[in-house]
C-alpha cells in the first residue's frame, strides 16, 4: 500500500488552503505544496512544503517544478491560482513524461477562463443563459446603466458602475459591459472534472455575503433552473478541455438566469461546499463509476459560514531526533471501525443463532460506545439471556472474523511515506493481544512503511513500561533520546515514553476514539513530563520534526 503523492502548485495562499481543506479527508494521498514564499498559510498542513522561485523567473520555475515531480515521484498535480496555469500548460507534455496526471484546465477551456469577454462569446454561440454584453460602455444599444468587469479579473474584483453618456472610462476595452442588475440572488458552483471529461456533483451554494470578493456566508443548494444552467455549461466546458476542480458563478433574478463567471481552478470558498458535506475533490480522486449520484447534504442546512482558524506552532528543540514510535489503535488505525467490521462478520458466521443484523450490531456497538471491550460479549449474552454455549461460539468467531482490510486515518499513508522519505526510521509499538493486532497488520499495509514492528504481548511488557520503549529503541538501533513517541493515550504512551528517556512526545487525539483526556488536568498531576505535544492529526509532526539525515547502512 502507497500513498498518491498529489503537488499542488501555488498552494500556499487561501486558495490552497481551500484545495487542502477538500482533500484532508481523502485517504492515501501525500500533499506536497510548492509556493514561493518560505512562510505561509498552509506550510504546516501539508506532509511536504517546499519554497519555489517566482513566476516571474519563468526558466528557473519550469526547472524546478519539473526537478521536483521527479525527485518526489509527483503522480498527480492541481494549480491552487490562475497564475500558473500557463506554465502548466507549457509543460503538460513534459509532466505526462514523468507519469503525472495534470488536473489542470487546458486548450480553449483555459482561454475561456483567462477572458471573460471571450467567454460570454461561448455562451451565447453555444446558447446558455448569459446577460447581454458589450465591448464598449457606449455601444449600440446598451443600456443607460452598466456594470464594467475586468476581463481578466475573478469574482468581484475591479468592477465599475458606470452610467451611459455621462461617466468616463480611461481604458474601455479592458472591461466587458453587462446591463446593471438591482435585485438579484448570487449563486456559486464549485465542481470537478476528471481528465475523462467527466463531471462530479454539482456543489451549489447561494452567496449571501461576501468581503471583498470572498464568500463568507452561503447556504447552500440552488433552484433547479440554476442547477440546470450550471450543469450545461460545465458539461460544455468539459468538452472544451476544462479539468481538474473548477468554479462557476451565477445570477438569479425575476427575468431569468445567467452565467456570469468561470473560474478554470478552485474557487477560494470550496471549503463552504466541503463543509456542508459536499467535495467535488472526492469525485475527481476516486475511482471512476458509472453514474455519479447528485450532490446532496446529509441533512437539509440553512448555513455555511467562513471563519478564519488560528494555528499556534511551538518551538520544540527536537535537533537530533532520527525515529519516531507509533501506537496502533486510534493512531494509525481506526479501532472503532475495525471491531464493528468483525462484529458484521461474526454475525454472518451466526446468523441462524443471532438477532437480525441491525439489532445485534446496534447493541454491540452501544457496549463498545460504553468502553465495554474487555467482556463485550459476556453482556451482550447477559442482555440477551444467551446461554454460555452461544457466548463461546461468539468469542471464538469474532477472534476468527478477518476484514478484508483496516480502516487507516486518511493522512497516515502520506504521512509515514514523507518521514521515511525525510530520513526517519518509523517503529511500532502497539499494546493488546498478538493474533488482533497482526491480523490487523496483515490487511493494513502498514508494515511495508515500518522499519520494527513491536507487539508488547511478545515483548513480556506492556505500555507504560520504559522496557517496552527501550526494546523499540533497540530495534531502531537508536538511543530513546534520539527518538519521539506519537500516540493517543496520554498515560501509556506519553508518560511511558518519557519515563523511558525518549526526546519528546506527542498526543494525538482522534474524533470518535476510546479516549478523550483533559490534557490540561494531565499536565497539573505530571508536572515533571512537560515534553509532549498535543496533535489533531498525524500530519501536525511536519511543523516540529527537523529535516533528519538518512542512514543508508542501517535503513
Not at 478552485?266 to 467535495?279: E, F, P
Not at 447534504?297 to 455555511?304: E, I, K, Y
Not at 476468527?400 to 517503529?427: F, I
Not at 533520546?481 to 500516540?487: D, F, I, N, P, T
Request: proline letters at 7%; a negative charge.
Amino acid at each position: 500500500m502507497k500513498a498518491r503523492s498529489l503537488l499542488l502548485l501555488c498552494a500556499g495562499g487561501y486558495q490552497g488552503l481551500a484545495l487542502i481543506q477538500g482533500l484532508q479527508t481523502l485517504p492515501g494521498l501525500r500533499l506536497i505544496v510548492a509556493d514561493a514564499w518560505a512562510d505561509n498559510v498552509t506550510r504546516h498542513l501539508a506532509d511536504l512544503y517546499v519554497v519555489a522561485p517566482p513566476l516571474s523567473e519563468r526558466e528557473a520555475f519550469e526547472d524546478f517544478l519539473l526537478r521536483l515531480c521527479r525527485e518526489q515521484g509527483v503522480e498527480l498535480l492541481m494549480a491552487a491560482t490562475g497564475h500558473e496555469l500557463e506554465t502548466v500548460e507549457r509543460l503538460r507534455g513534459e509532466l505526462r513524461a514523468l507519469g503525472v496526471t495534470v488536473l489542470v484546465s487546458s486548450g480553449r477551456a483555459l482561454r475561456l477562463g483567462r477572458d471573460k469577454l471571450d467567454f460570454y462569446r461561448w455562451l451565447a454561440d453555444e446558447g446558455h443563459p448569459a446577460l447581454p454584453f458589450y465591448e464598449h460602455p457606449e455601444a449600440e444599444g446598451a443600456p443607460p446603466w452598466l456594470i464594467g468587469k475586468g476581463r481578466a479579473t475573478w469574482g468581484g474584483r475591479e468592477l465599475l458602475r458606470h452610467r451611459r453618456g455621462q461617466d468616463r472610462v480611461e481604458t474601455p476595452e479592458a472591461y466587458v459591459w453587462q446591463p446593471l442588475l438591482q435585485d438579484f440572488e448570487e449563486f456559486s458552483v464549485d465542481v470537478a472534472v476528471r481528465p475523462d471529461g467527466a463531471v462530479s456533483p454539482l456543489a451549489l451554494r447561494r452567496r449571501l455575503r461576501t468581503v471583498g470578493g470572498y464568500a463568507v456566508v452561503c447556504e447552500p443548494g440552488a433552484p433547479a433552473e440554476v442547477e440546470a444552467a450550471a450543469r450545461a455549461v460545465v458539461q460544455g466546458l468539459a468538452v472544451e478541455g476544462a479539468c481538474g476542480p473548477l468554479n462557476l458563478q451565477l445570477l438569479r433574478w425575476e427575468g431569468g438566469v445567467a452565467v456570469t463567471d468561470f473560474n478554470p481552478r478552485v474557487g477560494t470558498s470550496m471549503a463552504l461546499s466541503v463543509c456542508a458535506g459536499l467535495n467535488p475533490l472526492e469525485f475527481l480522486l476516486a475511482p471512476p463509476r458509472p453514474e455519479a449520484p447528485p450532490a446532496r447534504p446529509a441533512a437539509p442546512l440553512w448555513r455555511s459560514t467562513q471563519l478564519f482558524r488560528q494555528q499556534a506552532v511551538p518551538r520544540l528543540a527536537l535537533d537530533g531526533v532520527r525515529g519516531v514510535v507509533l501506537d496502533l489503535d486510534d493512531t494509525l488505525l481506526d479501532q472503532k471501525a475495525w471491531m464493528l467490521d468483525k462484529l458484521r462478520l461474526c454475525w454472518a458466521a451466526l446468523a441462524d443463532r443471532l438477532p437480525p443484523q441491525p439489532q445485534f450490531l446496534a447493541d454491540g456497538w452501544a457496549l463498545i460506545e460504553e468502553g465495554q471491550r474487555a467482556d463485550l460479549f459476556d453482556r451482550l449474552c447477559a442482555r440477551h439471556g444467551w446461554d454460555a454455549a452461544l457466548r463461546d461460539a461468539l468469542i471464538e468467531a469474532y477472534r476468527a472474523a478477518l476484514p478484508a482490510q483496516a480502516v487507516l486515518y486518511p493522512e497516515v499513508l502520506g504521512v509515514l511515506e514523507q518521514l521515511r522519505r525525510a530520513g526517519y526510521r518509523l517503529a511500532l509499538l502497539t499494546d493488546n493481544p498478538a493474533a488482533s493486532q497482526r491480523q490487523k497488520l496483515r490487511v493494513s499495509g502498514l508494515p511495508a512503511l515500518l522499519d520494527a514492528v513491536l507487539l508488547t504481548a511478545e515483548l513480556g511488557c506492556r505500555k507504560p513500561e520504559p522496557a517496552a520503549f527501550r526494546a523499540a529503541a533497540d530495534a531502531l538501533a537508536l538511543p530513546p533520546e534520539a527518538l519521539v513517541m506519537v500516540g493517543d493515550n496520554l498515560h501509556r504512551d506519553i508518560h511511558g515514553a518519557l519515563c523511558a528517556g525518549y526526546r519528546h512526545a506527542f498526543q494525538l487525539t482522534r474524533p470518535g476514539a476510546f479516549f478523550n483526556f483533559d490534557r490540561r488536568r494531565w499536565r497539573e498531576l505530571h508536572p515533571e513530563h512537560d515534553a509532549w505535544t498535543a496533535l489533531d492529526d498525524l500530519r501536525g509532526l511536519h511543523a516540529h520534526l527537523p529535516a533528519a539525515t538518512p542512514d543508508k547502512e542501517t535503513r
